[in-house]
Antibody
Framework: EVQLVESGGGLVQPGGSLRLSCAAS????????MSWVRQAPGKGLEWVAN????????YYVDSVKGRFTISRDNAKNSLYLQVNSLRGEDTAVYYC?????????WGRGTLVTVSS | EIVMTQSPATLSVSPGERATLSCRAS??????LAWYQQKPGQAPRLLIN???TRATGIPARFSGSGSGTEFTLTISSLQSEDFAVYYC?????????FGQGTKVEIK
């Protein structure tokens, strides 16, 4: 089945770090731009970051620049988001999504909760 | 940053009626506009890309139009499964930005 499965979320204290992962299945992962999109509880969607097919091009929303790093391992069909210096406003479900212009495949998301 | 503004925030519609959702960009995004549907507890689903191209498997009752700064998503005859939140998203510039969403609820 063509799918994306996120993992790595959890409860973390302010200032802490996590590494989110996204495993891709049944499509040629290396052919696609990939995205991370987040959604705070009860709020709308917020695009976080994009990465191109070979990882040489990366874009971030201003609010996470310098704190979050998107990366990928095409040999492992995996996308990552290293999230550092976490703040309360980073609390959200983080979705992995296929595509850099529009996203036609989404994972179910992983919840990151930043709280002391 | 391009600001996407959706209206109305909530749309109350009876099943079988037509729903018209609007999305406005703070500057031209050409046709680089997508629409997504999200139901409670689920991931978003792509409906429309390129402002007017239906994604794979999307019923013909969903249609998108517009270019530049003004866009519309029309659901011609609402079915029970269409009650959800709808988001527009521009991909003309970085950062990609979403509208705040329109909730389509049962009247």
């Amino acid at each position: 089945e063509v799918q994306l499965v996120e993992s790595g979320g959890g409860l973390v204290q302010p200032g802490g770090s996590l590494r989110l992962s996204c495993a891709a299945s049944e499509f040629t992962f290396s052919n696609y731009w990939m995205s991370w999109v987040r959604q705070a509880p009860g709020k709308g969607l917020e695009w976080v970051a994009n990465i191109n097919q070979d990882g040489s091009d990366k874009y971030y929303v201003d609010s996470v620049k310098g704190r979050f790093t998107i990366s990928r391992d095409n040999a492992k069909n995996s996308l990552y988001l290293q999230v550092n210096s976490l703040r309360g406003e980073d609390t959200a479900v983080y979705y992995c999504a296929r595509g850099g212009w529009y996203s036609d495949l989404w994972g179910r998301g992983t919840l990151v909760t930043v709280s002391s | 940053e391009i600001v996407m503004t959706q209206s109305p925030a909530t749309l109350s519609v009876s099943p079988g009626e037509r729903a018209t959702l609007s999305c406005r960009a703070s500057q031209s995004v050409s046709s680089n506009l997508a629409w997504y549907q999200q139901k409670p507890g689920q991931a978003p689903r792509l409906l429309i890309n390129g402002a007017s191209t239906r994604a794979t498997g999307i019923p013909a009752r969903f249609s998108g139009s517009g270019s530049g700064t003004e866009f519309t998503l029309t659901i011609s005859s609402l079915q029970s499964e269409d009650f959800a939140v709808y988001y527009c998203q521009q991909s003309d510039n970085w950062p990609r930005t979403f509208g705040q969403g329109t909730k389509v609820e049962i009247k």
